[in-house]
């Protein structure tokens, strides 16, 4: 065997001619391609920005009585006033700061449970997967309004409660999706080659197989902000709101009752939710777009 | 001098529905510091087994059912979950068949050796990506400081089992096992990687296990080796003696299979066919007690049938063989 002639030759691999670009660089950059992803993204940057900065533009407070009930969309007031004469615009610039940071930290508390509980069950398999499956098909199989509206009612009608029930009903579909990801990565060649480098399941866990089982997870965490953000307006709706702070859902559950007569009481932070939700579900068709040719590439 | 690894009565089965089935029977071997024992034979005899049970790396449902496995005296299979992430990948490392899936996608090549070296030699992020450009260099790779912040699909199968070479040898271990660390790569580039693992056991004296169907590699690389048939080892000895006077009908057989051994690599290419071996490895669980070569032995007789595979007989200080007629055979 004295082959050793022109090995360079042999191997083809081109240098990195820019400094290599990272997996998730990439993904940004592919990101950027999807129309579908970047409309979503304007839209929702566009929605914060304007709960974030609406107040000091807009200085009636969503709370007040600022005119008389029932004012329709005019010169009085822009988008018109509830049955109580609460500003409808700053309803809905007070609102989403609310709505939007319900469904931000439940989207949070339902990623952080799911992917715990299905990267256990899927890395670990044997009995404590045969528990957390049976855990998370209990989970499933109960009809989660219910469920959460009996949370809500049980601890309180406040911003926190609702946010966590959401949280707590919401995870199994994460859970599932964690666990399928783990099943199909925790034998593949590079976890087996760094278990023989000398890794704990500690790290296999989080450093070796999550980050890889990341681009799915982010797809479901995207979506289960708007879900989160349908959930807090069904429960509103019901009228297992927090009266105390002004939501999307919130004005929407108050003025049900009205909309007939006062169309805008309620069309209004409808579209909002609408809106929002139709943002984020394309962001979400946007990273799976970034994920999918790259998984395929990658083989 | 004791040797670095000391395989000893190695029995391994599979916990299966229609009860527990032996893979592996009483496998001993040992390799000394700096010298290289090949484990061959066809597929499914037994060799990965032989590998992942030294490793502590079995699949789910395959249990050490006896034997031993001295890793510089100590004892792998009885080690704490603990000591044993202390031994792999510092005193015992691996490298797999597959360079193209063996390494993380996320992470950069220098990342991933320097890991190693993070958490055996307790070195900073910076540090251990220093040192890994030297690893780089020293299984070759070219522009090796630019590689070290490319990602694995950047790479080359033969560079990314540079890479996993560099890896494996990062922490200097006493046991390198190469599991057919070639099969995935091309023809020139085997010979290059066989090369350079000859090359870096020269300078690092690790003991290597390798597993390959290469018997020219063999020849060339291997001071000893082990031939295993069904999960049963049925010649062992000298690289030089077995390949020169194979004993066992199967080892005569694989030897017939590559007729231009003897006439060195340069007619590597040649494919002409004396012999094939006729019929098929018996699968799991359809082994009997008898000699496991049987079905297919040309020499078989009745007391092959009537006996139990027939104890490894050392046959001189070089080679010992499991056949009861191997003093006809090969006389
Ligand atoms: N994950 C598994 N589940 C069930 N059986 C397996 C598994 N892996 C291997 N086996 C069986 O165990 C036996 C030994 O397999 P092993 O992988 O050690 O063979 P090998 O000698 O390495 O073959 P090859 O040359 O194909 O790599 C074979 O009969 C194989 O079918
Ligand atoms: S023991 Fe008998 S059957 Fe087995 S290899 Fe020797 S001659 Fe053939
Ligand atoms: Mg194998």
């Known amino acids: ?299 | 001098m004791s040797p670095v690894l000391s395989v000893q009565n190695l029995s391994v089965a599979m916990k299966g529905a229609s009860g527990i089935v032996p893979v592996l029977e009483h496998l001993s071997f040992d390799v000394a510091q700096g010298k290289t024992m090949a484990l061959v034979g066809e597929s499914g005899c037994g060799k990965s087994m032989t590998a992942l049970a030294i490793m502590r790396l079995l699949p789910e449902d395959f249990v050490v059912t006896s034997g031993r496995v001295l890793l510089d005296g100590e004892n792998v299979l009885a080690a704490a979950p603990q000591a044993l992430r202390g031994l792999r990948g510092n005193k015992m490392s691996m490298i797999f068949q597959e360079p193209m899936t063996a390494l993380n996608p996320l992470y950069t090549v220098g990342d991933q050796i320097g890991e190693v070296l993070r958490q055996h030699r307790g070195l900073g992020r910076r540090d251990a990506t220093e040192q890994a450009i030297g690893f780089l260099k020293a299984v070759q790779i070219p522009a090796a400081e630019a590689r070290v912040h490319a990602y694995p699909h950047q790479l080359s199968g033969g560079m990314r089992q540079r890479v996993m070479i560099a890896m494996a040898l990062a922490c200097k271990p006493k046991l390198l096992i190469a599991d057919e660390p070639t099969t995935a790569l091309d023809v020139t580039v085997q010979a290059q990687i066989f090369d350079l693992l000859s090359e870096l056991q020269d300078d690092t004296d690790t003991a290597i296990v390798l597993i390959t169907h290469d018997l020219g590699a063999v020849a060339e690389l291997a001071d000893d080796v082990a031939v295993l048939y069904a999960g049963r080892c049925i010649e062992k000895g000298s690289s030089q003696e077995v390949i020169a006077h194979a004993r066992h009908p199967y080892t005569r057989g694989l030897m017939a299979c590559v007729p231009h051994l003897h006439l060195g690599p340069a007619a590597a290419n040649v494919q002409r066919e004396l012999e094939e071996i006729p019929g098929m490895v018996p699968p799991l669980g359809a082994r009997g007690a008898e000699c496991a070569f049987l079905p297919r032995c040309a020499f078989a007789i009745d007391v092959c049938r009537a006996q139990p595979q027939p104890p490894l007989d050392v046959v001189d200080a070089h080679a010992a063989v499991s056949c009861w007629r191997h003093r006809e055979i090969a006389p």
């Open chain 1, 1 to 299: 065997m004295s082959t050793m002639e022109a090995p360079r030759a042999r191997e083809p691999s081109a240098l990195p001619s820019r400094p290599a670009a990272s997996p998730l660089a990439a993904m940004l950059r592919q990101f950027g391609r999807s129309p579908a992803g970047v409309i979503g993204a304007i839209v929702l940057l566009a929605l914060v920005l304007i709960t974030l900065l609406g107040p000091t533009f807009y200085g009636i407070d969503p709370l007040d009585l600022a005119g008389a009930p029932f004012t329709p969309p005019g010169a009085d007031a822009w988008l018109g006033t509830d049955y109580l004469g609460r500003d409808i615009l700053a309803g809905l610039i007070y609102g989403g700061r609310a709505t939007l940071t319900v469904g931000g930290v439940a989207a949070v508390i339902t990623i952080v449970i799911g992917v715990t509980v299905g990267a256990l069950a899927g890395f670990f398999g044997g009995a404590v997967d045969t528990a957390l499956v049976k855990l998370t098909e209990f989970f499933q199989i109960l009809p989660s309004l219910l469920f959460a509206m009996v949370l809500v009612t049980l601890f309180g009608q406040t911003l926190t409660t609702i946010t966590i029930a959401i949280g707590v009903v919401s995870w199994p579909t994460a859970a599932r999706l964690t666990r399928a990801e783990f099943l199909r990565l925790r034998n593949l060649d590079f976890v087996k080659a760094s278990r023989a480098a000398g890794a704990g399941n500690g790290h296999l866990i989080l450093r070796v197989v999550l980050p890889n089982a990341l681009p799915p997870i982010i797809v479901s965490a995207t979506l289960a902000i708007g879900v989160a953000i349908l959930f807090e307006g069904g429960l509103s709706f019901l009228g297992l709101g927090d009266p105390n702070t002004m939501s999307w859902g919130l004005m929407i559950g108050q003025n049900r009752n009205y909309v007939l007569d006062s169309w805008w009481t309620v069309t209004f932070p409808g579209a909002a939710i609408f809106i929002a939700v139709l943002a984020i579900s394309l962001i979400g068709d946007g990273i799976n777009d970034a994920i999918n040719p790259r998984l395929r590439k990658r083989g």
